[in-house]
Each structure stands twice: as C-alpha cells, then as structure tokens.
C-alpha cells in the first residue's frame, strides 16, 4: 500500500506542477496578447500637451484706452485716433509717427513721400483727418535752440 500512497503523491506533485505551468502559460498568453493588440499599454500614457495658446485680448481690450491714451499705440485720443492707427502704425511704430512732430505742410509732405516711395496707399479724404489729428495733438515743438542772439555790445579784447 505504501507504493501506491507513495505513486498518488507523485501524480500529485506532477498534476500541481503542470497545473502552475499551465496558469503562468496562461498568464504570459494574456500578456503577448495585450502587447499585440496594444503594444503601447505598458507605455506611461502622453500626459495631454498643454496648448500653447496665447490670450489674444478681448476685442475691447484691444482698443483700450486709458488716461487718454489708446494703449497698443500710446497715441493720445482724440478726433481721428481710430483713422491714424489703423493707417499709420501698420508699417512702423507709433512711435515713429509722434516723434516727428510737423506742421501739416511738413505732414502731408512726409504723406506724400511714403506713397511714393514706401508703398503707403491713398488715404483719401482720411488724410485730413489725420493731418489734423498729428497737428493738434503733436504740434511743432518750440524751437529747440535759442534764438541768435542780437544787441550785444562787443568789446575789445586788451592785449
Ligand atoms: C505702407 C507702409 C507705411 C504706412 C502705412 C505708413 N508709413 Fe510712415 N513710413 C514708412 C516707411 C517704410 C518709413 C521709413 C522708415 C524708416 O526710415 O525706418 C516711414 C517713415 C515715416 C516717418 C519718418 C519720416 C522721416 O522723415 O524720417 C514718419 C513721420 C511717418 N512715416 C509717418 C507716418 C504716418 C503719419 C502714417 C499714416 C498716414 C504712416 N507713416 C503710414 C512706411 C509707412
């Protein structure tokens, strides 16, 4: 009796072995499977990439104008301000407009010689308006330099 209790355990051994050999096939199927139809489902999933949008500023932001001043430009408002931003800071900055302070002669001079030669289109009956607008708002500084002095009276130098 001692062989065949001896045997039964055998077979028992054996029926466990194929049993856990039989699961870790099982197991390593299901694995090669997923792969197959999934090879990315071990790979960490791409964290979502953070659009790099830029806030455009609201329509009404884009024309603010604080203290009296249209803040994309930094030209001070008044009549024609719409009508010099949107022709006159297309090519170059503002700045280059209100530096250059002029009198109108001077202004349509400068007008005419930017359609001639810089591409800058006819501006039509808008060309008074900003002529006017350049004048009034960025007069003709004051002269710079003192004036020639007159009624000196020289003397002479003793030697
Ligand atoms: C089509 C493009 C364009 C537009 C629009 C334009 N300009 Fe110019 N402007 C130029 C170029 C180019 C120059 C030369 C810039 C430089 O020398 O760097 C210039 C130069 C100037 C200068 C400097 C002139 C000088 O003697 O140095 C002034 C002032 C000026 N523009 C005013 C204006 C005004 C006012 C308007 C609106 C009526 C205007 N620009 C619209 C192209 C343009």
Request: charged content about 25%; glycine content about 6%.
């Amino acid at each position: 009796m001692q062989e065949h209790a001896k045997f039964k355990q055998q077979v028992k051994a054996i029926y466990r072995l194929m049993a856990g050999l039989f699961g870790l096939f099982i197991v390593a199927a299901i694995g090669i499977l997923l792969l197959v139809s999934n090879p990315d489902w071990t790979r960490k999933k791409a964290t979502e990439v953070e659009s790099e949008y830029v806030a455009i500023p609201e329509v009404d932001d884009f024309d603010k104008i604080e203290n009296g001043i249209h803040v994309r430009t930094g030209l001070i408002e008044a009549d024609g301000l719409m009508t010099v931003v949107n022709n006159c800071t297309n090519c170059h900055s503002a700045k280059l407009v209100t530096q250059n302070r002029m009198n109108a002669e001077r202004w349509i001079a400068t007008i005419k010689w930017m359609q001639e030669t810089q591409n800058l289109w006819d501006l039509g009956k808008n060309e008074e308006i900003i002529v006017n607008y350049l004048v009034t708002n960025y007069p003709a500084k004051k002269k710079g330099r003192r004036e020639v002095l007159s009624n000196i009276e020289w003397y002479d130098l003793e030697d």
